[in-house]
T-cell receptor
C-alpha cells in the first residue's frame, strides 16, 4: 500500500527549513528517502531501519517512528541545490519498495 | 553501491510496436526490479525479476504486456509490448543491495505516438 507524503509541495527561500512527512498504514521494516531532479533518476539520500533511529546527512536528516509507522525528512538551512521532488519509499513484509506520491520542493534565492 | 546502465536512454515508438529495454549492473545482484514513472507521477513497481525464476508482477501489470527476462545475476530486460500512447513513461531498472538500499538506473524515456 502506497505511503502518504505531506505536504505535496513546498516553496522556500534559501536558508529556511522544511519538514517532509511520510506515513504508512502498514507495519514497516525500513524507510528510504530519495530526491529526484527533473529529467534524472531518483538519487538515494538515506535509509532508516526498524528501531526508531534518526540519521543525518549534512544538513538533511530523518527520523523513523516505527510504532507510528511514520518518517520525517528534515532539511535545514536549505540551499538551491535542494530543489527537486522528494520520495519516501517504504518496505513492509512484502519486501518490496513502494513509493509515496512525492513532495515537490522549490528553493528560491 | 551499484552502477546501473540502461539501454536505450530514450526512444520514440509507433503504437502497436514493441520495445525491449536492457538493464546492466556492475555486480551480481539477486533482486532486480522494474518501475514505471508516468509524467508528473511517482514510481510504480511493475515487477520483481529474480534470476532463475519467473518474474513476479504487481497488480495491474501482466506478463503478456511486460515480459521480463533475467538470464543472469547482472542483466535483465523489460519489453513493452503492443504499445499505446498510455505507455509513454520513464522505465527504471532498480537493484537491491542487502544492508544498503535500492539503487536506480538512469531510466529509459519512452514516447509512444
Amino acid at each position: 500500500q502506497q505511503p502518504v507524503q505531506s505536504p505535496q509541495a513546498v516553496i522556500l527561500r534559501e536558508g529556511e527549513d522544511a519538514v517532509i512527512n511520510c506515513s504508512s498504514s502498514k507495519a514497516l521494516y525500513s524507510v528510504h528517502w530519495y530526491r529526484q531532479k527533473h529529467g534524472e533518476a531518483p538519487v538515494f539520500l538515506m535509509i532508516l531501519l526498524k528501531g526508531g533511529e534518526q540519521k543525518g546527512h549534512e544538513k538533511i536528516s530523518a527520523s523513523f517512528n516505527e510504532k507510528k509507522q511514520q518518517s520525517s525528512l528534515y532539511l535545514t538551512a536549505s540551499q538551491l541545490s535542494y530543489s527537486g521532488t522528494y520520495f519516501c519509499g517504504t518496505v513492509g513484509n512484502t519486501g518490496k519498495l513502494i513509493f509515496g506520491q512525492g513532495t515537490t520542493l522549490q528553493v528560491k534565492p | 553501491s551499484a552502477v546501473i546502465s540502461q539501454k536505450p536512454s530514450r526512444d520514440i515508438c509507433q503504437r502497436g510496436t514493441s520495445l525491449t529495454i536492457q538493464c546492466q549492473v556492475d555486480s551480481q545482484v539477486t533482486m532486480m526490479f522494474w518501475y514505471r514513472q508516468q509524467p508528473g507521477q511517482s514510481l510504480t513497481l511493475i515487477a520483481t525479476a529474480n534470476q532463475g525464476s519467473e518474474a513476479t508482477y504487481e497488480s495491474g501489470f501482466v506478463i503478456d504486456k511486460f515480459p521480463i527476462s533475467r538470464p543472469n545475476l547482472t542483466f535483465s530486460t523489460l519489453t513493452v509490448s503492443n504499445m499505446s500512447p498510455e505507455d509513454s513513461s520513464i522505465y527504471l531498472c532498480s537493484v537491491f543491495l542487502p544492508q544498503e538500499t535500492q539503487y536506480f538506473g538512469p531510466g529509459t524515456r519512452l514516447l509512444v505516438l
